[in-house]
């Protein structure tokens, strides 16, 4: 297979999934440039969550092919687990460790060790504005820093692609606004950010959006591309308008 251009973080040609008759994800076809923000959106149950779990090499795909960086998702899985970031919006923290220790176990998990992982962390923390918070427990932190720990763990090695699968749930307007300027920081330093939200003021702000319903792909452009596709004013009109398809409503 040729090689992906090296300006493009991620690639799939016919991607497809399926449990037994069941088709999550159709001949799906994404490009992906690096450094840009990009907004993966659709009801429940198209597809999303099952294409990001293929991405990051979690999911075997059933047919087509994915690239991340370069690397093939089934024969490179385990270098790509290296390169990547991935944030829940569960988070995955430990709430019986302080900060430090999330920290320290995340990043040696992404394969930072000795004076490399306190160098990186150092730098890191004060970034985000843990410097202070290293010997708190992680479970009595506010939600808004418990989402600012979990992207601090998802990041302390510098990925060169980050997913966020609704990393802002159950957070403030405030955090999610302080999240968001976070973003725009990593992804201006050439990490390529594709994120799954629910708040369409979040998806404005991705510079291109792809919608699944039912496991395919019906649109792919800038916010403003989108809309004036479905004809809609904005993209929560289209996101009604596609929950609506799916649960069969006549509009």
């Known amino acids: ?16 999934k399926t449990f037994g008759a069941l088709v999550a994800v159709d001949r799906l076809d994404l490009a992906i440039p690096r450094g840009q ?7 429940n149950g198209s597809g999303k969550t099952t294409t990001i779990r293929m991405l990051c090499g979690l999911m075997q795909p ?14 490179d899985a385990e270098m790509i687990r290296t390169r990547i970031g991935y944030m829940s ?24 060790h000795g004076a490399e992982r306190t160098r990186r962390l150092e730098e890191h923390l004060e970034e985000l504005g ?4 290293m010997g708190q427990m992680a479970g009595t932190l506010s939600g808004g820093w418990k989402q600012r720990l979990a992207l601090a763990c998802a990041t302390a090695h510098r ?14 307007p405030a955090a999610r606004r302080t999240f968001w300027q976070i973003i725009y920081r990593l992804a201006k330093r050439g990490t390529t950010i594709l ?24 649109a792919l452009g800038t ?9 809609q004013a904005n993209i929560e009109d289209v996101f009604i308008e596609l929950q609506r398809r799916d649960e069969g409503v006549q509009v």
């Open 223 to 231: 916010p403003a591309e989108v809309t004036q596709q479905f004809g």
């Open 159 to 172: 990925p060169e692609m980050l997913f966020l699968d609704e990393p802002t749930a159950g957070v403030d």
């Open 130 to 133: 843990f410097t202070e918070r």
């Open 37 to 43: 923000v990009f907004g993966l959106l659709g009801p």
């Open 62 to 75: 059933t047919g087509g092919t994915a690239t991340i960086v370069g690397l093939d998702v089934r024969t």
């Open 1 to 16: 297979m040729t090689a992906p251009a090296p300006d493009v973080a991620v690639r799939t040609v016919g991607l497809r």
């Open 195 to 218: 994120v799954t939200t629910h708040y369409m003021d979040e998806a404005e702000r991705c510079e291109r959006l792809a919608f699944l319903s039912r496991g395919h792909l019906i």
């Open 89 to 112: 919006q569960r988070y995955g923290l430990y709430d019986d460790l302080t900060v430090g220790e999330n920290l320290r176990f995340y990043a040696t998990v992404y394969g930072l």
